[in-house]
């Protein structure tokens, strides 16, 4: 899953036509993940059971080292902009992480949570709408 997504946004980036579509409605197909090539991804990001029922914003951004649970959706909300994650997260399964957010280095995100703030670095949020547990 992740090298389709990886030669898909290396195509899109040198502006090929066609193909990283093709690639990413193989990657939706065969895997159930909406990943488009656009997307920013860094190294040793985990998508949990080969990205099953994951969505992602076009113009998110993932950082390095995160673990996504099945069934999450990275999403904007409206034309407000997309989430960033940075490096060292953990997002459970079912959480939805939606508009112009930042998930801080090092946090954790509950299974199930609707993340429409920031999350602190280091920080465990959980419930609907997403609060900060602990720090």
């Not at 949990?48 to 950082?63: D, N, P, W």
């Not at 996504?68 to 940075?86: F, S």
């Not at 953990?90 to 939805?96: E, F, V």
Request: aromatic letters at 6%; charged letters at 15%; one cysteine or more.
């Amino acid at each position: 899953m992740i090298y389709i997504f990886r030669l898909s946004s290396l195509l899109h980036h040198f502006r090929v036509p066609l193909l990283p579509w093709l690639l990413k409605v193989l990657n939706r197909i065969l895997f159930s993940v909406a990943l488009p090539p656009s997307v920013k991804v860094g190294r040793n990001v985990t998508f949990g059971y080969q990205g099953l029922g994951i969505v992602v914003h076009r113009h998110a951004v993932l950082g390095n080292n995160i673990v996504i649970a099945p069934n999450v959706v990275i999403g904007g909300r409206g034309r407000r902009g997309a989430p960033v994650i940075e490096d060292d997260v953990l997002i459970g399964a079912g959480a939805c992480v939606l508009g112009p957010v930042v998930i801080g280095k090092g946090a954790k995100i509950g299974a199930n949570a609707v993340v429409l703030s920031d999350v602190p670095p280091g920080a465990i949020a959980v419930g609907v709408p997403a609060r900060v547990i602990a720090d």
